[in-house]
């Protein structure tokens, strides 16, 4: 089995800062696209942001852009997601997610994309 693991949520208030963590164990990272959701009460899970393979290639959702920053380290097999002036709009459980069968550089942005996804954790932005 893959295990993704979630750490870093939390409770803040609009403008602040966190950083989410995802650990991957019994996975060979760098084959995996790796990328970050959200799932808001009452709606449907949605791209957050991705990164490649490679690490060389990013990609985010418009509601995130320029805030957040996705980004990976191969030799600890973690993938990070800094997420910088939170909203309101951020409230959500984020869950980590993987994907294999992807090229070195391709940053894919639909849930039908991964294959392996974590516990989630949650994410209360007040305003």
């Known amino acids: 089995q893959v295990q993704l693991v979630e750490s870093g949520g939390g409770v803040v208030q609009a403008g602040d800062s966190l950083r989410l963590s995802c650990a991957a164990s019994?996975?060979?990272?760098?084959?995996?696209?790796m990328g970050w959701f959200r799932q808001a009460p009452g709606k449907e899970r949605e791209f957050v942001a991705a990164?490649?393979?490679?690490?060389?290639?990013?990609g985010y959702a418009d509601s995130v852009k320029g805030r957040f920053t996705i980004s990976r380290d191969g030799a600890k097999k973690m993938v990070y997601l800094q997420m910088n002036s939170l909203n309101p709009e951020a409230t959500a459980v984020f869950y980590c997610?993987?994907?294999?069968?992807?090229?070195?550089?391709?940053?894919?942005?639909?849930?039908?994309?991964?294959?392996?996804w974590g516990q989630g954790t949650q994410v209360t932005v007040s305003s």
């Open positions: 019994r996975l060979s990272f760098n084959f995996y696209a």
């Open positions: 997610a993987a994907a294999s069968r992807v090229s070195t550089e391709v940053v894919p942005a639909g849930g039908g994309d991964y294959d392996y």
């Open positions: 990164i490649s393979r490679s690490g060389g290639s990013t």
